[in-house]
Nanobody
Framework: QVQLVESGGGLVQAGGSLRLSCAASGLTFSNYGLGWFRQAPGKEREFVAAISRSGGATTYYTDSVKGRFTISRDNARNSVYLQMSSLKPEDTAAYYC????????????????WGQGTQVTVSS
């Protein structure tokens, strides 16, 4: 009964910040690599950020968010976060967290478990 529940999406002005949260249950959290993906209408699902299992020593970001977004994990809270700063209209999308028994991955199909998505809309 693995479940990922996302929160924190909303409407924000360009240049603003949001923090997305994803709370996991039904899994041994430290054993799972985690990722964030996003999908805008009419576009393919896109990798955003990933963090390695256990202590999260390894992180990856897509070039378009590097320096603006930060992925982190809190194993004590079974949660992964995406801190988003300097938001741009092109960041507008549904954001999904994902988990898998892997070290770290930037490939959506590697992740068997997904959250329901949370909408982020950035206005100009």
């Amino acid at each position: 009964q693995v479940q990922l529940v996302e929160s924190g999406g909303g409407l924000v002005q360009a240049g603003g910040s949001l923090r997305l949260s994803c709370a996991a249950s039904g899994l041994t959290f430290s054993n799972y690599g985690l990722g964030w993906f996003r999908q805008a209408p009419g576009k393919e699902r896109e990798f955003v950020a990933a963090i390695s299992r256990s202590g999260g020593a390894t992180t990856y970001y897509t070039d378009s968010v590097k320096g603006r977004f930060t992925i982190s994990r809190d194993n004590a809270r079974n949660s992964v976060y995406l801190q988003m700063s300097s938001l741009k209209p092109e960041d507008t999308a549904a954001y999904y967290c994902a988990a898998g028994r892997l070290i770290v991955s930037r490939v959506a199909s590697d992740y068997p478990y997904w959250g329901q998505g949370t909408q982020v809309t950035v206005s100009s």
